[in-house]
């Protein structure tokens, strides 16, 4: 499939840029795009077939009404969202609707624009890329759609509020912003070392059958791997249930249109380790 992603390379590009890359997210990119070295987005699991249908719905509405589709990805582990956003979009209207998509990435930390530039310019895909914390963030124009994964565990717990208004105010009119979010708890309290440990077996491997990689980059990255996974970021609690993320979204601005729970499964294989038991997934449009 055109548009399928390239795990590999990503991690090759994210290795290439390590000394400089990661310095804005406590190597949280180059963690999980190691991790996920031979995962493609269409075999990932958890919530995915629920936020895609989500997306697929929206985008459909649009780009039945709109001549051009103005969608901003806000913040980004690797090149899944954008890979699921194209294949979406030409399994609802084929190139024609690739072709009438104007998207723009946005994440404070440069890894993730870089693989993203890199792979949409192998799929042929213009797309912009903007690094900026997103409170302070302020994209061209409006959106007619936002996609959010994920993301508002990276929120400050204080400015959690500030950052959701922010982002409302970047949708258009008529436009609709898809967020996932986990709900609760943490399950088990070892996912990160266990994730950890993943990424540095799959760099090692990695380092092993690559000439043009030393032990010496091996060890200085594994060192920053263990040192991040005891400083990694975003909330261990998000939203406690379904009343407290509807409950926040709209004290941002922003009305729930649809709202709905993934159950998780929390067995702890490798293929489907899971931190949480439930993912929220909520449409919303502005509620001024």
Known sequence: ????????????????????????????????????????????????????????????????????????IVGSTDTGLLANLLMIAHEIGGKDLVDRLDITLIDRCA??????QA???RCGVPLKTLRSDFLRCAPDGQFDLIIMHGVVPFFPAHKRLDYLRHVATWLSDEG????????GTKPYQNTDAVRTKMAI???????????????????????RLEASCETRGGETTVFENVET????????????????????????????????????IVTCVRAD
């Open 1 to 72: 499939m055109k548009y399928e992603e390239d795990p590999l390379a990503n991690a090759l590009i994210c290795i290439s840029e390590y000394e400089s890359g990661c310095l804005d997210c406590g190597d949280f990119h180059l963690r999980s795009i190691l991790r996920r070295m031979h995962v493609a987005a269409n075999k990932k699991t958890g919530d995915l077939a629920a936020f895609n249908e989500a997306t697929r719905v929206a985008l459909k509405q649009l780009a039945d009404t709109l001549s051009f589709v103005k969608i901003g």
């Open 111 to 116: 890894t993730p624009l870089i693989i993203c």
């Open 119 to 121: 792979y949409a310019e």
């Open 176 to 183: 609709m912003l898809i967020s996932s979010t986990h709900l």
């Open 201 to 223: 077996d799959n760099l090692t491997v990695l380092v092993r059958q690559n000439s043009n990689l030393d032990d010496q980059m091996l060890a200085a990255m594994i060192e």
């Open 245 to 280: 993320a509807e409950t926040s979204y709209e004290a941002a601005a922003l009305h729930v249109k649809s709202h709905q729970v993934v159950q998780l499964d929390t067995s702890e294989s490798e293929t489907h380790f899971r931190r949480y038991k439930q993912r929220s």
